[in-house]
């Protein structure tokens, strides 16, 4: 069935080990995934919601203590610790293999192994890579065949060629405290046991096309990142491409399907989505930076997702769409959440399954890490280059972090080692997409704390050398906060389709268009350059958030410092510099 001689040894080899009753191979056909949805239906892992509200949708839920990504229990596992670094766990391969091989042994008696071949990126692009993931989940399968390009496809361009990343995943008991999500960057493997929750099994995804990617980007000379990709078009139908990297849960998705207001609209401005979680890049023949987004669908978080922050997510939900932990709405058999709509169901099960009355009970219905699983085709507002094997070229490269003080709205950095040196301080209040606790400031450089598979100081060195080899052609670098709040704790920026604003500056600080304010932490925007126009939003208001207070930033450095003093003889001289640089700056 399968001729790859690697591929078959590997599934001998899971085989021997699993046990499963019977092996299917994911042949990527209609056919066989409706097959595999109705076994789900049957035995209560989906449920099928209302065919003509929501067409060809489901809903799954999540086990209870299994809802969010488990970073304290996520693992690279290198020969050597260092190579992990400081911001990983880390475990010896050899032991990693041995505990995790003896957690997973036999787990598939009973069950069916499924074989997913999948493509990260377009199957026919040289930017790709291909994974096996070998799964006893049926969830996992139509998500990963929602998330990735799937089926023999895959194989045929594989050929006989040993260049894949193996998966496995193992759902055992969902045992909490033997889940263990292990990277083996070394041979191209993952092993995710204990746990059903997407970011933990949908292995393509955070720990492939992030975890993984970036270590083979170290080595091969290219970036994996935690980035939106999208393009704005402006009136001449010219379109320019920006990546950004937000940590989980502070509106990638939204960003990257932003509508932009009436005056906007009106001007010919449109956005077009590429991708909302990874971008992958490399530097082209004519020495650009180049974005493909890996997935091929959005797992994205559907609370607060509503016809006013992202109009487009809602439509691509509409059809063909995995929901996770939201709530069963009973009368009319479809799906809401907190901040759909005012309107919360009367008759409902929430997301641990219990009978719920949005009118009447206080805990939410929906847990806030639930998700919506939905094909990219469905987006209203998707690149026609979504599909382009090349990518697209990016002319700014933005980091983003949720903070209430500090941060202004938008600064751009001095050059390229000035903004390695500012998504390297990136520090953001945590949010729900992982478990722990909610709201508390941690670091999170270029949004990839928990994604970087290798030792972050490396990590910050391949990013100052990818800079060395752009020269001219780099991108330029700025950092965003839509999250300043006043005295009452109210976000001042509105935020949402109203970010395309600051987007214009940023393209326009690329074209050298408008000039700007310097401070000890890279230029501001002059606030007459920021187009307010239709906004209800003074002056005043809007130079309070860009804003560099001294006193706070002094502060930050101390912060900076101890973090920065984790990775030792591992952090690159030139941010150490940089460091010393802004010392002086706020002196
Ligand atoms: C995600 C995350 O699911 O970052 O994208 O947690
Ligand atoms: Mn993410």
Request: net charge negative; aromatic share 10%.
């Amino acid at each position: 069935m399968i001729s790859n001689t690697s591929v078959n040894k590997f599934l001998e080899e899971m085989s021997a080990l699993l046990n499963p009753d019977e092996i299917i191979l994911i042949d990527g056909t209609e056919n066989q995934l409706q097959e595999l949805r109705e076994i789900a239906c049957k035995s209560g892992e989906l449920i099928k919601l209302n065919e003509e509200k929501l067409p060809n949708c489901y809903l799954h839920r999540t086990a209870i203590n299994d809802v969010a990504r488990v970073e304290d229990r996520t693992f690279i596992c290198t020969t050597k610790k260092d190579a992990a670094g400081p911001t990983n766990n880390w475990m010896d391969p050899a032991d990693a293999y041995k505990m995790l091989y003896n957690i997973a042994k036999n787990s598939y008696k009973g069950k069916t192994m499924y074989v997913i071949p999948f493509s990260m990126g377009h199957i026919n692009s040289s930017l790709s890579k291909i994974g096996i993931e070998i799964t006893d989940s049926i969830y996992v399968v139509l998500n990963m065949a929602i998330m990735t390009r799937v089926g023999t496809a895959v194989l045929d361009k594989l050929g006989n060629s040993n260049n894949w990343v193996r998966g496995i995943h193992a759902s055992c008991s969902i045992d909490e405290n033997n889940r263990y999500i292990c990277h083996f960057p070394e041979d191209n493997t993952i092993i995710s046991v204990n746990s059903a929750y997407g970011g933990n099994v949908l292995l393509g995804k955070k720990c492939f096309a992030l975890r993984i990617a970036s270590y083979q980007g170290n080595w091969e000379g290219w970036l994996a990142e935690h980035m939106l990709i999208l393009g704005i078009e402006n009136k001449l139908g010219e379109v320019k491409y920006i990546a950004a990297a937000f940590p989980s849960a502070c509106g990638k998705t939204n960003l990257a399907m932003l509508i932009p207001p009436e005056e906007y609209k009106k001007n010919g401005y449109k956005v077009w989505c590429v991708g909302d979680d990874i971008a992958w890049m490399r530097i082209g023949e004519d020495s650009r930076l180049w974005a493909i987004n890996p997935e091929n669908g959005f797992f994205g978080v559907a609370p607060g997702t509503n016809k006013t922050s992202n109009p487009n997510a809602l439509a691509t939900t509409s059809s063909d769409t995995i929901f996770t932990n939201v709530v069963l709405n009973l009368d009319d058999n479809t799906v809401w959440w907190e901040g759909l709509d005012e309107n919360p169901p009367e008759n409902a099960i929430d997301w641990m399954g219990k009978r719920w009355n949005g009118k009447v009970d206080k805990t939410p219905g929906a847990h806030p890490n639930s998700r919506f699983t939905s094909p990219a085709k469905n987006c209203p507002c998707l690149s026609r280059e979504f599909e382009n094997e090349n990518g697209v070229p990016i002319s700014a490269i933005v980091f983003g972090g949720r903070r209430a003080q500090t941060t202004p709205l938008v600064y751009e950095s001095r050059d390229w080692n000035n903004g390695v040196f500012v998504g390297s301080i990136m520090a953001s209040e945590t949010t729900a997409a992982a478990s722990g606790k909610i709201g508390k400031l941690r670091h999170d450089p270029m949004a990839m704390l928990p994604f970087c598979g290798y030792n972050m100081g490396d990590y910050f060195k391949h990013w100052l050398d990818m800079g060395g080899k752009l020269g001219e052609n780099a991108p330029k670098i700025f950092n965003v906060n839509w999250f300043r709040t006043d005295e009452s704790g109210k976000f001042i920026w509105p935020g949402f389709g109203d970010n395309i604003r600051v987007l214009e500056w940023i393209l326009n600080r690329c074209e050298n268009k408008v000039s700007a304010k310097e401070t000890p932490i890279g230029f501001v925007p002059y606030s007459k350059d920021i187009n307010l126009s239709g906004l209800d939003l003074s002056e005043n208001k809007l130079n309070e958030i860009l804003e560099v207070d001294k006193s706070i930033w002094q502060n930050e450095i101390n912060d900076i410092e101890s973090f920065y003093e984790k990775f030792g003889d591992n952090l690159p001289n030139e941010l150490k510099s940089e460091l010393q640089k802004l010392k002086n700056k706020l002196k």
